[in-house]
Structure formats: structure tokens, C-alpha cells
């Protein structure tokens, strides 16, 4: 079974500037995909951006990025140019490239930021 | 607008009243899925459905049921609900054709409170 880890329960960041939040993973599989997740307040599940597995280049999202090391099985996001909106709960999340258990999703414990003004 | 819907939004009951939430996406999507979710273990798979009448256990199924009798509705059913399933719900629906392109939909959440 894959697991997925988040090590920072908190984190905050001053507004405009860049944070980084960390995500590891554990899985025997080769294909997989990786997604960052947001929810704020209203409790909604937003899609940050998604990584697939078999691909060198790292997802890019307008000032959202992603560290994917795929031997360290290494998966960060980084925020850039931090906005008050950007403060939310974050989660990582794996998926296996089968359909398998209906597309489910291995979520991380999530990751609570917080931007300053 | 596509959408998951998912009712109600918010529900205070008591120990061993029999409870439904429903959910309904307006996609055609084949797969269906109720996850919870608790501080610091993220969300958690309950319950899947991968097409009418085809359901199975996710990773924390103890104390639910679900049915899958329209392709549209998938509720969620706690015949004797106990205050460790006080928690935040999601229902979750995708298709089933290629991986790169079956992206999860979310529905709003139900936050359940059993005292």
C-alpha cells in the first residue's frame, strides 16, 4: 500500500514571498501520478496541480510549482509571490496510473499555511 | 455547471440514529467514492463505486454502508452512527477512461457531529 507523508503540520509565510512544502511518498508502483491540493475555509477541494509520474519536467501552475524527485520519492510545492488567498489547508495526494478502487486517491496529513500581510 | 452535490452540509445527531447523506454528481461519471477526513491523517477512503450496482470497501469502511442504484447517486448510509465518526465527509466522482484525463471532482462536505 502506498503512503504519503507531510512533516509540516504548519507553516507561514510573509506575503510576496516564495514557501515551500514538503511531501514524500512511498509506493513499489512505477507509474503514479502526484497532485497538491487546496482547501481553504469554505472546506472545498481545489486542484492546485498534478505531476505525472513518467514525466521529467515538473508541473507548473502560475506562481504554483513542484519539486518532483522521483528516486528520493520527493514531491514539494512552491508558492511564489505569496498571496493572503494562498492561506489554506494543503494536502499532497498519490495516485496509481491503474483505475484501480475508483480512481482512488492516498492523501498526506496536510500541511496549514498561514501568509502574513 | 458540472458539479457533485452532496446533503446535508451539516448534521449534529445523537448515537444510534440511523443517518443518510446523500450525493449526486451530474457528470456521467462512472466512478464514485466517500472519503473522510480527520486532523493530521488527510482524507481517507470509505467506500467506491466503479459503476451501478458495483461497490466495495475502501480503506476505512467499519460502520458504513453504500449503494449505488443510479449512476448519478451514491449515498452514504451510517445505520448506527458512534461519536468516532464525527468527522468532515467528501464525495468524489471521475470517469474511467484514460488515467491522464479522470481528474477527482469533489463535492462540498458534510461535517457530521455524533454526540
Known amino acids: 500500500a502506498q503512503t504519503v507523508t507531510q512533516s509540516q503540520p504548519e507553516m507561514s509565510v510573509q506575503e510576496a514571498e516564495t514557501v515551500t512544502l514538503s511531501c514524500t511518498y512511498d509506493t513499489s508502483e512505477s507509474d503514479y501520478y502526484l497532485f497538491w491540493y487546496k482547501q481553504p475555509p469554505s472546506r472545498q477541494m481545489i486542484l492546485v496541480i498534478r505531476q505525472e509520474a513518467y514525466k521529467q519536467q515538473n508541473a507548473t501552475e502560475n506562481r504554483f510549482s513542484v519539486n518532483f524527485q522521483k528516486a528520493a520519492k520527493s514531491f514539494s510545492l512552491k508558492i511564489s509571490d505569496s498571496q493572503l488567498g494562498d492561506a489554506a489547508m494543503y494536502f499532497c495526494a498519490y495516485r496509481s496510473f491503474l483505475n484501480n478502487a475508483g480512481n482512488m486517491l492516498t492523501f498526506g496529513g496536510g500541511t496549514r499555511l498561514m501568509v502574513k500581510p | 455547471e458540472a458539479q457533485v452535490t452532496q446533503n446535508p452540509r451539516y448534521l449534529i445527531t445523537v448515537t444510534g440514529k440511523k443517518l443518510t447523506v446523500t450525493c449526486s454528481q451530474n457528470?456521467?461519471?462512472?466512478?464514485m467514492s466517500w472519503y473522510r477526513q480527520d486532523p493530521g491523517l488527510g482524507l481517507r477512503q470509505i467506500y467506491y463505486s466503479m459503476n451501478v450496482e458495483v461497490t466495495d470497501k475502501g480503506d476505512v469502511p467499519e460502520g458504513y454502508k453504500v449503494s449505488r442504484k443510479e449512476k448519478r447517486n451514491f449515498p452514504l448510509i451510517l445505520e448506527s452512527p458512534s461519536p468516532n465518526q464525527t468527522s468532515l465527509y467528501f464525495c468524489?466522482?471521475?470517469?474511467?477512461?484514460?488515467?491522464?484525463?479522470?481528474?477527482?471532482?469533489f463535492g462540498p462536505g458534510t461535517r457530521l457531529t455524533v454526540l
Open positions: 468524489a466522482s471521475s470517469t474511467s477512461g484514460l488515467a491522464d484525463d479522470n481528474e477527482q471532482f
Open positions: 457528470m456521467n461519471h462512472e466512478y
